[in-house]
């Protein structure tokens, strides 16, 4: 079974830009979540989608924005970029049993 | 005050030797105990998780969970140069949403 993809793996933008990156989940799950990893912070949970419907979401402002397709795939988009919004940015794949998540490799984006 | 509290380390072991990992955490709901572990620049890899108060073990690894004194744990015996990463604890209420909350990771280095 293939394990969780992103795209792109790195990217790199200037202040004010936008950026959307991609998350494939496992075949078969349907929940998909996202988190910020930044050394100073860890990682810290951005929002969760099931079924197409964001069903939770952290304490991110409106910029961070996501969305879910019919077939789970997943993206995420930051608007106005800022420089503190250089972070490795994960995907996370959830089974239909909830109890386990597996992450994908990352999103690593850096914003000059 | 953080919900999850993890000691940053590093923890340097020579090879061969038992590895002991905790976590603290203040939130009582918490029912899904979990370990990932990260290479650098890598996404986190699930190690362990485990449900309620209890141990679980998988090979080399065992997990630990003691929900009276708000306490997990992750052992690792016959440490190899391998295991040397970031390893995350993390946790979820059992509200059947998938949000994870994580320690700040423990850097592991196990030398030869």
């Known amino acids: 079974k293939a394990g969780v993809t992103q795209t792109p793996r790195y990217l790199i933008k200037t202040r004010g830009q936008q950026v959307t990156l991609s998350c494939s989940p496992i075949s078969g799950h349907r929940s998909v979540s996202w988190y910020q990893q930044t050394p100073g912070q860890g990682l810290q949970f951005l929002f969760e989608y099931f079924s197409e419907t964001q069903r939770n979401k952290g304490n991110f402002p409106g910029r961070f924005s996501g969305r879910q397709f019919s077939n789970s795939r997943s993206e995420m988009n930051v608007s106005t970029l800022e420089l503190g919004d250089s972070a490795l940015y994960l995907c996370?794949?959830?089974?239909?049993?909830?109890?386990?998540?597996?992450f994908g490799p990352g999103t690593r984006l850096l914003v000059l | 005050q953080k919900e999850v509290e993890q000691d940053p380390g590093p923890l340097s072991v020579p090879e061969g030797a038992i590895v002991s990992l905790n976590c603290t955490y203040s939130?009582?709901?918490?029912?899904?105990f979990m370990w990932y572990r990260q290479y650098s620049r890598k996404g986190p890899e699930l190690l362990m998780y485990?449900?309620?108060?209890g141990n679980k073990e998988d090979g080399r690894f065992t997990a630990q969970v003691d929900k009276s004194s708000k306490y997990i744990s992750l052992f690792i015996r016959d440490s190899q140069p391998s295991d040397s990463a970031t390893y995350l604890c993390?946790?979820?209420?059992?509200?059947?949403?998938?949000?994870?909350?994580f320690g700040t990771g423990t850097r592991l280095l196990v030398s030869p």
């Open positions: 939130n009582s709901a918490f029912q899904y």
């Open positions: 485990t449900y309620s108060s």
């Open positions: 993390a946790m979820r209420m059992n509200t059947g949403f998938q949000k994870l909350v």
């Open positions: 996370a794949s959830g089974g239909t049993n909830q109890e386990t998540q597996y």
